[in-house]
């Protein structure tokens, strides 16, 4: 039995994302699963059928067919993925499989699902329309490439399928780093950076449309460029972006190799671009980080975070982790436990290993049993909760910007966020108060809990700063 096998062999269904647009012609359904990158693919392909007059229905059960953008990093997500296509599949529904798992398992899943019309590669989205048009037409369709050089710029059609003032903009895809326990280059390729201007004219199409917050995208958002120019530019990217009028401008995935002193200064002088890092570092110990086959092998973490510190005093700092990675000792366990406890990170993420066929990682020695991960990830997700909730209560009496993306219309109570969270990875901001949806408004904060927060909508003061600095 093969991985896929295994996996479809315990899918259990879980509700997926659903877009909705309306217009004329076959129907088609759209479900997002994954990451912000494949959103970003998920809103080409419905912008592209849109154009094309389909009609993108947002009931997967009355569609005539249904795309599934899917996820294949690491296993959860495959599970996910395929409980998703195998619900459908019980439902007779005629299913394209776009996205990651088609890369990863074209042959697989043609065979196993004979209700797969058709698949779609990471580099072949952009041929939606003329892939359902050959499955209309009786053709069984595998469009998947190995040459995955395609992104998306400004001029290819978007819907966008997240809240109103909220958007991603991808400035690169790919990756040409080779971390061990990463699948992501074989079924994203390498490196590809979008020119600085056209990333500025969607930029400008996005504020145009209303959008609030924008968020940079990318495999490594600090090696944004190094491709396209011989040297990483986004620096030069933070301050042109600083031109558009967009109030908030976040960035994730920044690797701390790319956090140099031009980066940071170009953040210091960019007043709309929040002082909020995503920092993927996945260990701290130096053995585990060369095992991994990280770039800087643990040699900058601590250096990298204190520079961050002292030049942005005010900086959220977000990072994920990698627990029961081969070899990993309950003393290379401890080393990340103490470094968590001494950098006092304001949100952390933390995954057990998965071990990905095709990665170096899948081969090494000395695999961590199961239960061991989950009892390592518990126990430093009990420490950072800790942390987390230090760090919000700081923010109790302070006034902060929230942007509004929700109203209860039973209670007038707002869910919104402030800039020291990120969308769906951070928590959130529970406010009482006047406002309106999609707007940014000034709130005192009276009450913490460990990730959310709690306040009332008050009066600006006159000095006050609507990026949170």
Known sequence: MNRLETTLSRAISDPPFVSAVQTTKASV??????????????EHMLGLLAQAGYRVDGDEESADYVIVNTCSFIEAARQESVSTLMELAVQGKKIVIAGCLAQHFQEELLQEIPEAVALVGTGDYHQIVQVIERAER????????????????????RYRTTHAPVAYLRVAEGCDYRCSFCIIPHLRGNQRSRSI????????????EGVQELILISQITTQYGIDLYGEPRLADLIRALGKIPIPWIRMLYAYPTGITPAVVEAIQETPNFLPYL?????HSHPQILKA?????????????????RQALPNAVLRTSFIVGFPGETEEHFQHLLAFVQRHQFDHVGV????????????????????PLKEERRARLM????????????EQVGRVVPVLLEQENPRTGEWIGRSPRFAPEVDGV?????????????????TRAEPYDLFGQVVAAPADFNWSGR
């Open 29 to 42: 359904a759209v479900l997002h699963l994954g990451c912000e990158k494949n959103r970003v693919d998920t």
């Open 138 to 157: 009786g053709e069984r369709v595998n469009a998947v490439t190995s040459s995955l050089d395609y992104i998306a710029d400004e001029t290819v059609p």
């Open 197 to 208: 201007e056209s990333i500025l004219r969607e930029a400008e199409q996005l504020a145009e």
């Open 278 to 282: 995503d920092l993927p570092l996945q």
């Open 292 to 308: 991994m086959n990280r770039p800087w092998q643990g040699q900058v973490n601590d250096r990298v975070i204190e520079r961050l």
């Open 351 to 370: 995954f057990t290993f998965s071990p990905e066929e095709g990665t170096p990682a899948y081969h090494l020695p000395h695999q961590v049993p199961q």
């Open 382 to 393: 009990q420490m950072q909760q800790g942390i987390a909730f230090r760090r919000n209560r």
């Open 429 to 445: 901001v529970y406010v009482q108060g006047q406002g309106s949806l999609g707007s940014l408004v000034p709130v005192q904060i």
